[in-house]
């Protein structure tokens, strides 16, 4: 029994203060290793769409030697095969036969990147008149009706008209 009460003096435990602490402690490095294992997943999406756009360059580049143009669709393209992309990627494809040009923005979980016949680099972002997955959406902030006509004023501040447009109401000069 003195055994007993020699060790329960001399162990004391721990005080709340230092229990605080441990809590803190662990707290942090939980943070800590979600934010690592997010910036691990951005870099694997960034390297995945990278990766389809650099194959898919390569099959549109065979297909322009070997056809003389650049295929009119996605599904056209690698000589009917259409291209190949890896699970969660999604492909935006614009051709202009009249220039024999294409743009390409490829998207995975929210990153764009795109590549074009002028410009065979992924680049961040998207082809122009294309979704950026990872920007902001653009809404519509104002919307008036008139007769047989409508306008709308989005968010990145483009004025839209659509409809009739007898007496020019359209704004480009037109009838």
């Known amino acids: 029994m003195k055994s007993q009460q020699s060790f329960a003096k001399n162990y004391r ?23 690592a294992y997010n910036g691990i997943q951005q870099r694997a999406h960034t390297a995945t769409v990278q990766s389809d756009l650099e194959n ?30 890896s699970t969660g990627t999604s492909y935006q494809y614009t051709f202009d036969s009249v220039a024999n040009t294409y743009c390409l923005t490829a998207t995975n979980a929210g990153i764009s990147y795109y590549v074009s016949s002028t410009n065979n680099i992924p680049t961040k972002g998207a082809c122009v008149g294309q979704i950026d997955g990872g920007a902001p959406a653009i809404a519509w902030t104002q919307v008036v009706a008139g007769y047989s ?3 709308g004023l989005r968010s990145d501040n483009t004025i839209y ?3 009739v447009n007898p007496t020019g109401q359209f704004g480009n000069n037109s009838t």
């Open 161 to 163: 008209s659509w409809g």
């Open 13 to 35: 435990g721990f005080t709340i203060v230092e229990l605080l602490i441990v809590i803190v402690v662990i707290a942090i490095l939980a943070t800590l290793t979600i934010v």
């Open 56 to 85: 898919a360059t390569k099959k549109l580049e065979m297909d322009n030697t070997l056809a003389g143009a650049y295929p009119a669709s996605v599904d056209l393209a690698n000589e009917g095969h259409g291209l190949a992309k």
């Open 149 to 151: 006509f409508s306008a």
